[in-house]
C-alpha cells in the first residue's frame, strides 16, 4: 500500500513554465543566500553583540534558503545550527537541544496517528460514508458541500497534503462519471473548478482547526511557550475551530453555492462513491484499533483544557492533570498503543502498526521544526530577537496589539504564497514574537495572527502541495485560482484578524 507521502506525490505535478520557475528560484536562493551571510558577517554591527551579530548572518542565510527552497528545507534547517557551532555562537548541545523539545514528541504522536488511520484506510472509509449517505442523495451541492466538510474535519487531525492526496482520486472519479458528454458543459466546467478548488482550500482551512492540523500551528504553539504564552489544545480549538467554521461558510456560500446549485447527480456519478466504499468491506480490527488510539488521545488533548474550564486554572486536580499530561505525551500514548494493540485473528500475529509502517512519518518536517526552534531559542539567549523587536519597534512606535496583530498576520499570508507554510512560520511567528515584546504588548494576539496566516496560500498551484495537487486535474484555469484565492486571501485575513483579536482574550 502507498504511504502517504506517496500518495501526494503521485498526483502533486507543476507545469513546465512551474518547474522552470522553481528551478531559477532555487537558483537565486543559492546565490543570494551565501552572499547575503558573507554580507552580513563582515558588515559592521555596532551595539550587536557578536554571537547575536553572527546569529544574524546565519538566520538571513537560512531565511533565503527556506523562502527559494535552494536547499531542501530539511537540510536548512540543520545548517544553521550547525554554522552556529562553527561560528561560536553557541556550543553544540546548546544548538541542537530544541530538535529533543517536547514539542517536537507532539509533532511525531500526532503523524504516527495519522500514518495508522492511512494504512488501515479509516480516513478513507469516513470519507466515503459521508459522501454516500442518503443526505446527498442526486444533489450537486450537497454532494460537494460534504465533500468540503470532509477536507476540513480529517484535516484537522491529519495534514494537508495527505488529506488532499486521500480525496483528490475520489472527486476525479465522481467529475469523470458527471462529465460524461459534457465536457463542453459551462456549467459543469464551473462545477468541477469548484470540486477540485475546494479540496485544496477546505483541507487547508481544516488544519487551523487544531494543534495538530498543520505544521505551522505547533510552529506557533512552540515559539509562544518558548515566550511564556502556554495556550491548551482546548484553548486552542476554543479560538480556531470557530475561525475555521466561518472562513467554511464563507468558501461554501462564495464559491460552491453560485457554482453547485442547478446540478444533479445521475446514478453512474453516485455509484462510483458507493463501489468505494464497498471495496473497503466491513470495519476490521485494525480500524478499531485506530479509532480507539485516537478517541483516547484526543480526550488526553482536550481533557486538561476542560478541567481547567470548570475547575479554574488554580484546582490542584487542574494543575496536576496539566503537569502530568502536556499534549506531547498525550500524542505519544496514542502513538505507542498502536504498536501493542494486536490484529485480532492475524496468523502470525501483528499489532496494529509496525515500525516500517510507522517509519513513513515526514521526518523532514520534523528537522524542520527543530531547525527553527534552535535558531529563535539562539535569537533569545544572544540579544537578536531583543534587538531586532526594538529597532522594529522603534521604526513604528505605537503600533499595539491591534496594529502588530494586522501587520504579521498579512506578513504570514504573504510569504505563505511564495513558500512553504512551514517555512512561513518558522520565519515570521518568532519575528512578530519578539517586535511585540519589544513593543511591551503581548506577544499572543500577532502571533497566532502570524501563526494562521502562514496556513493560508490559495492563490498559485507552487503556494502549498494540496494546490499543485488539484491543479493538475486540469480543471483549474490558473488565472481563476488566482483571482479566487486573492479573494479567499483577504477574506481570511478579516476572518482572521476579527477571530484572533476577538477571542484571544479565552487564552489570557
Known sequence: MRRIHEAAEAVEKYSPAEELFNRRRQTVGRILGPALFILILVWPAPGLPVPAHRLAAIAALM???????????????????????????????????????????LFIGSFVLAEAMFVHRLDRRLAFAALASRWVGQSGLRLVVTYAAVACVISMWMSNTATTAMLFPLGLAVLTELGRGRARDRAFQEYAMAMMLVTSFAASIGGMGTPVGTPPNLIGLGFLARAGVNVSFAGWMALCVPIMVVMMAFVVMWLLVPRSRHIRLDADATHAVREELRRLGPVGPGERNVIFAFALTVALWVGPGLAQAVLGQTHPFSRSLNALLPESIAALVGALLLFMLPLRGSQPRRFTLTWEEASNIDWGIILLFGGGLAIG???????????????????????????????????GILLSETASNTAAANVIVPTAIAVATAAGVSPLEPGLGATLGASMGFMMPISTPPNAIVYSSGYIPIGQMIRLGIVLDIAGYIIIVSGVLGLGWMLQ
Open 63 to 105: 531565511i533565503v534558503l527556506w523562502m527559494t527552497e535552494g536547499l531542501p528545507l530539511s537540510v536548512t534547517a540543520l545548517l544553521g545550527p550547525t554554522l552556529a557551532v562553527l561560528l561560536g555562537v553557541a556550543p553544540a548541545r546548546t544548538a541542537f537541544a530544541p530538535f529533543a523539545d517536547p514539542i517536537i514528541f
Open 377 to 411: 531559542q539562539m535569537a533569545d539567549s544572544t540579544g537578536l530577537s531583543s534587538a531586532l523587536g526594538q529597532w522594529v519597534s522603534n521604526q513604528y512606535p505605537g503600533a499595539g496589539t491591534v496594529g502588530l496583530t494586522m501587520v504579521f498576520t498579512a506578513l
